[in-house]
């Protein structure tokens, strides 16, 4: 089975300082991740997936997130956060085989303080 | 490019209540999925159609919920009789069948709030 925990519920940062998002994985095959953005009363959005080439993976809006195999975590990070980053955020791995279905994991609440 | 279209919005109903939700995906996609995301939680897939065929329901409710996708285009969930703990959010997603392995990204709608009072 595959599946991603989210170790932290919430995070706040102030504006300006650094992002981390924390999330390992679970798979018994080289995995498909991805992060995704929810902001209050809008769509999930994608910022950024790993699909097995390069493990540094950038995304939009500066975040990015390094997949680690002999961590089995894939963070996000951005080097400075903005006000307009305070969402929920999703790490997710794609099941293996044609379905391509996703397993969210339970969310990452991120504030950003003035 | 238009996106992932849901209606309504909000839908507040009584418990054992019916309601409905409709989903039109981007042109073109032909996989369909229905999620429902509770408070706090990530979204659950409930279904997923190919064109108008189920690929997996296995976590559908079949006792209440139901799901069609008729014309491979848009679709409709139902849930008759409701229950409070359907109170949720609903997802619409759809993908394309085209790209490399792992690029089946998946385009999410606003969603719907469904509460059950």
């Given amino acids: ?114 | 490019e238009a996106g992932v279209a849901q209606s309504p919005r909000y839908k507040i109903i009584e418990k054992r209540q019916s309601v409905a939700f409709w989903c039109n995906p981007i042109s073109g996609h032909a996989t369909l999925y229905w999620y429902q995301q509770i408070l706090g939680q990530g979204p659950k897939l409930l279904i997923q159609f190919q064109n108008n065929g189920v690929v997996d329901d296995s976590q559908l409710p079949k006792d209440r919920f139901s799901a069609e996708r008729l014309k491979g285009v848009d679709s409709t969930l139902k849930i008759q009789p409701a229950k409070l703990e359907d109170s949720a959010v609903y997802l619409c997603a759809s993908s394309s069948n085209s790209g490399t392995r792992g690029s089946y990204e998946q385009y999410f709608g606003p969603g719907t709030r469904l509460t059950v009072t």
Avoid at chain 1, 2 to 13: A, E, F, G, I, N
Avoid at chain 1, 22 to 32: E, L, Q, V, W
Avoid at chain 1, 37 to 47: D, R
Avoid at chain 1, 84 to 101: H, I, K, P, T
Wanted: hydrophobic share 35%.
């Fill in chain 1, 1 to 114: 089975a595959q599946s991603v925990t989210q170790l932290d519920s919430h995070v706040s940062v102030s504006e300006g300082t650094p992002v981390l998002l924390r999330c390992n994985y679970s798979s018994s095959y080289s995995p498909s991740l991805f992060w995704y953005v929810q902001h209050p009363n809008k769509g999930l959005q994608l910022l950024l997936k790993y699909t097995s080439a390069a493990t540094l993976v950038k995304g939009i809006n500066g975040f990015e997130a390094e997949f680690k195999k002999s961590e089995t975590s894939f963070h996000l990070t951005k080097p400075s956060a903005h006000m307009s980053d305070a969402a929920e955020y999703f790490c997710v791995v794609r099941l293996a085989g044609s379905a391509r279905q996703l397993t969210f994991g339970s969310g990452t609440q991120l504030t950003v303080l003035p």
